[in-house]
């Protein structure tokens, strides 16, 4: 009997299962990068993170409560979580970096480029020229840190109407509402003059061979966008066209109060968006969900999002 009893707790013993205490969420999100082939040429969406937007007052033309409405459609509300990402483009023979996120000036989630720039194999000095779509800080505060040139080896271009203007102490004291935004966009672009860096282009010019600008003034007195053909496949980065793509889309004509020419801003999305539905080429955006890509088709009046299909490059 005793032995009897004996095996029955040795076999309750081993069988039993263990007593671990349960694992800690981690709560961290994968590297953010998306690396995918157009033509010849590698690109690589960035994620600078993502910031959190009062949409529902944000936007323009469009009364608050349709404007949840429109949000709750697509299981999001405000405020909303929006991506902030730039794009890397390896030509080959150059590397060429289209903005350059937040540097976490939009909150505790934002500045993740960096760190997201080496987890996708570059490191910030293997980069030859940076494109700026404008110089709002969540495209350009990335530049420096701690007041020092992050792409030390790099060239800076954006559109001559978009520095003439935010550049410009005069302007500021113009616009003194918008000083904020002045004294961001000459703390992160002003080493870049000094050091000689800062080369600015006019209209619509080929920057490199198969990248090229288009004029705007909708966003921003000079918001350009690029375009990025390889062996006959095309890719528009479109900058800040969009920034609401659960109203947007549907409602082209809706506006946001971050755009300093309401009228050109929503004339030059519809302008944009059409070419893009005609042409079926891809387009790229800076607050799109990330890794913001993809191709749009006509819908009614509005537009589809069709996020690009995921491949492994190769």
């Given at each position: ?51 959190e ?39 080959g023979?150059?590397?060429?970096l ?23 194999g ?6 030859d ?21 992050v ?11 978009e ?129 913001g ?20 490059p190769?």
């Amino acid at each position: 009997m005793i032995k009897q009893t004996a095996l029955a707790a040795l076999a309750a013993a081993l069988f039993a299962a263990p007593a671990f205490a349960a694992a800690p969420m981690v709560k961290t999100q994968a590297p953010g990068y998306f690396r995918m082939m157009l033509g010849d040429f590698e690109i690589t969406a960035i994620s600078d993170g993502t910031t959190e937007l009062p949409v529902d007052t944000l936007l323009q033309g469009m009364k608050k409560g349709e404007i949840d409405s429109e949000l709750k459609k697509h299981f999001v509300q405000s405020p909303l979580e929006t991506s902030i990402n730039a794009f890397l483009i390896n030509t080959g023979s150059k590397l060429i970096l289209v903005d350059s996120g937040a540097a976490g000036v939009f909150g505790p989630n934002t500045g993740k480029f960096a760190a997201n720039l080496k987890a996708a194999g570059y490191q910030p000095e293997q980069v030859d020229e940076v494109y700026i779509t404008h110089m709002h800080g969540d495209h350009v505060a990335g530049l420096v840190a701690n007041g020092q040139r992050v792409f030390t080896n790099a060239i800076v271009r954006a559109q001559k109407q978009e520095s003439d203007f935010w550049l410009s102490k005069e302007n500021m004291e113009k616009n003194p509402a918008k000083a904020d935004f002045f004294k961001g966009a000459m703390a992160s672009l002003n080493p870049y003059v000094s050091a000689g860096k800062y080369k600015p282009f006019e209209g619509d010019v080929e920057l490199a061979p198969g990248v090229s600008s288009h004029s705007g003034k909708g966003h921003t007195p000079g918001h350009a966008t690029y375009v990025v053909q390889s062996k006959g496949q095309k890719l528009v980065l479109i900058g800040d066209l969009i920034h609401v793509a659960a109203v947007q889309m549907d409602h082209p004509e809706v506006t946001i109060s971050f755009d300093s020419d309401q009228k050109a801003a929503a004339a030059e999305r519809r302008q944009a968006f059409d070419a893009a539905a005609r042409g079926g080429y891809l387009i790229g955006a800076a607050h799109l969900q990330f890794p913001g890509i993809g191709h749009l088709e006509k819908e009614g009046k509005g537009y589809e999002f069709i996020p690009v299909n995921y491949s492994i490059p190769r």
